[in-house]
């Protein structure tokens, strides 16, 4: 049978959000807060707020955001998620990681507006679920993650219908959505018959589609993907990487026939910055020591640590460790110093000695909660996240696949 190999449209490159993410990078733990202002001068894009805003130091910052926030009160939640700055999370109602917080936004339906600090994917999810009459902010429109940007929606439509055409009369397959997608994406899983999944339920997730297509396709990360498929047994002469950049994503027809797995060439700049070297290391320095990672880590790092496991799962796995235990964590630094702090009886310290937050997070300055949250006093809506009406609907069936599965 032919097939039309199309030529890759090329419209999108590597996401400037991956090439900003070094930005923040320290050689020591120098993450000290600081008026907006100083912080502009890193050379990243930054939304333009009002210069009044710019030029507040940390405590007259601190003072108005407890202040507006008394002031709003229950009209207004705030979410945290783990990865943002200490200066952030003393003010939010909820901390977690982006589906939990989403879920925690729902649960407070007297309010109106549910202020994200987090990333632009987190902002949609919580616009998918939350009630009809709440609103939700994103403070720094600029907060996007790089690897939701690594899949742009028509690159992967390019895709999907290469891999459609391609594997007409061989078989099936079925589109998963790690939940940090763009809710168009989200959308297509929930077209093509897909699911949403995270980094806790994607094991589950994975064999649901297994239960039901022949084979997978797996994006954003293909990290997450390809960690777990190896746990559920998929060999990795079964996987193949879908580069966007390439005809066919640099496969043959024939190769794509013979995959079970076909991963979308996307991964996370803060997780893959961690090495077998860096676990070795370790190991010399405190021969007892845990090692406990993210499955965004390469698989050659999830394979040399003790446990693998989201951000929720390694706050559980610590905060319930013997004192005297020691952890080395591959996971982003704000929330390794926060674990560090909240249990100072265990020895817990970040695999990566370069102190990298992720920069996209990080653009989640103190100023831009308290510029959103007093326009909200003026009866104003600053950087409200929407999403349309049909892109709702099918993200919502491919989110509600996901919550049909059994708890992890
Ligand atoms: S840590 Fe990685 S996946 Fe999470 S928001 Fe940052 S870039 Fe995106």
Redesign the pocket.
Known sequence: MSTTVRQPSRKHSVPLSEVEQTAFCRSEDDLRPQPLLDELKVNVRWQQIPPEYQALDPETLDRRITDVKRELGQKVTILGHH?QREEIIKHVDFRGDSFKLSQNAASRPEADFIVFCG?HFMAETAALLCAPHQQVVLPNMAAG????DMAPMDDVLDAWDDLAEVLDGYGTILPVAYM?TAAGLKGLCGRQGGIVCTSSNAQAALQWSYDRADRVFFLPDQHLGRNTALTLGVDRQDMVVWDPFKPLGGHTAEALRRAKLVLWQGH????TRFTTRQIEAARSRFPNINILVHP?CTSEVVQTADLNGSTELICKVINEAPAGSIWGVGT?INLVNRLAQANPDKTIFCLDPVVCP?S??YRIHPAYLLWVLEELLEGRVANRITVDEDTRHHSRIALENMLRLPSP
Request: hydrophobic share 25%; proline share 0%.
């Open positions: 990865y990333v993650c790089s690897m939701s940090n996370c700049s803060v997780h965004e982003e992720c996209t997070m």
